[in-house]
């Protein structure tokens, strides 16, 4: 009898006592394009940011930065924040997040260049850090890089486990008369990122923003 106790007891330790290892934290970093006429835009870059703020849980991580002539830098991280499992924390956190996004885009200069992969660098080496069960790469912009002369990107992603999305690529003029063009730029992408074992997406209607994590 008392074998089958202990039995008993032994099973009960194995089935409750196996707790779910595994990291659901969410880490998510927004790249803001603030080149050339793309900073006009950005007003609509606070949406997606209220929307963010309005479903990411305790332990989630958000972080907004801007794309600039030289992006691969910490200088350009705008907000950063992990929420804190108390309520009332988090809502003061949230506060101060959108406050200083709200200044940013009230203050924002236009750039001549637009340095993208060095954004994603910069928000691989950020997300990585943070140690987010799920890391997403929210990308702002029109998707057209310019370097300036002496800027160097041909460095391979590495975006296994990452989720990266294009928000609102707006379409230039180039693109309205040959669309080919725009298809391309957008391609291209996707291969970069797939080819960085990433998964690659693109919402061009911000009404659609709980696709994100529809993947």
């Not at 099973?11 to 595994?22: A, E, H, N, V």
């Amino acid at each position: 009898m008392k074998k089958v106790i202990v039995f008993s007891i032994i099973i009960s330790l194995l089935i409750f006592g196996c707790t779910d290892t595994k990291n659901r934290t969410k880490g998510i970093i927004l790249l803001l394009d603030t080149s050339g006429t793309y900073a006009l835009e950005l007003k609509k870059a606070q949406s997606i940011v209220n929307y963010l703020l309005g479903v990411l849980n305790p332990g989630d991580t958000l972080a907004v930065a801007r794309i600039d002539t030289g992006s691969f830098s910490e200088k350009d991280i705008i907000a950063k924040v992990t929420f804190d499992e108390r309520p009332s924390v988090a809502n003061n956190q949230k506060r101060a997040f959108m406050q200083s996004v709200d200044e940013f885009v009230k203050s924002v200069k236009s750039s001549p260049y637009t340095d993208i992969s060095g954004g994603v660098l910069q928000a691989i080496e950020y997300l990585n850090e943070a140690g987010s069960g799920k890391k997403f790469i929210l990308i702002f912009s029109d998707l057209k890089e310019e370097l300036a002369k002496g800027h160097v990107r041909d460095v391979p992603f590495q975006l296994d486990r990452f989720n990266v999305i294009a928000l609102n690529v707006t379409k230039l003029r180039q693109d309205i008369r040959d669309p080919k063009v725009y298809l391309a730029r957008v391609e291209d992408w996707r291969i970069k990122v797939e080819g960085g074992g990433g998964k690659w997406g693109v919402i061009n209607d911000l009404e659609r923003l709980d696709n994100i994590f529809a993947r």
